[in-house]
């Protein structure tokens, strides 16, 4: 089995929209979701995984390998990298001061805002995440380079090809 990177990724905080649930003084008052109501990234078609160049068969529902109270996330084997989709609770604030992650750069995929940024120290990189707000949470697509992996590709290009096939399906 190889060493993904995945465990350090899981840590990162993403973005995350929240409802008002209450007004105190005029002033909203912001109640975050809890992970009942977070995006479940295993329901994803296997069409999707597909036409993304992983393969359905290697679903991982584990990818932070111990539970994480405000993270849901599914990854899938593709050749020589994972592709992993996570939904959480973590707000705008603690996503920008996580210095896990870095190089944060707003991209556009089929029309829909995201936040794409690096993770990690490895130079050359070897993770990517594309984080999209939704009504369900904050959805992070990840593309993470096995860690023997010695060629140059960008996995910012592998998650942003891959990006618009999950954007689809994605909840608004």
Not at 48 to 54: C, L, R, T, Y
Not at 126 to 149: E, M, N, P, R, W
Request: one cysteine or more.
């Amino acid at each position: 089995m190889r060493l993904t990177g995945l465990a350090a990724a899981a840590c990162a905080a993403v973005v995350v929209l929240a409802g008002c649930s209450a007004t105190v003084d005029g002033q909203a008052v912001l109640s975050p979701l809890t992970k009942e109501q977070l995006f479940d990234p295993c329901t994803v078609p296997d069409s999707v995984i597909q036409a993304v160049g992983a393969d359905p068969t290697t679903k991982g529902d584990n990818p932070f390998m111990s539970p994480r109270p405000e993270w849901k996330g599914c990854e899938w084997t593709a050749d020589g990298y994972f592709i992993s989709l996570f939904s959480t609770t973590n707000t705008v604030q603690q996503f920008r001061e996580n210095d896990y992650l870095h190089d944060f750069q707003i991209v556009t995929v089929a029309g829909r805002e995201g936040l794409q940024y690096l993770l990690g120290t490895w130079d050359p990189p070897h993770q990517c995440g594309i984080a999209f707000g939704s009504s369900q949470g904050t959805i992070t697509l990840q593309a993470s380079k096995f860690v023997d992996d010695k060629s140059p590709t960008d996995p910012c290009l592998l998650a942003n090809n891959a990006a618009p096939n999950f954007v689809e399906i994605l909840p608004s």
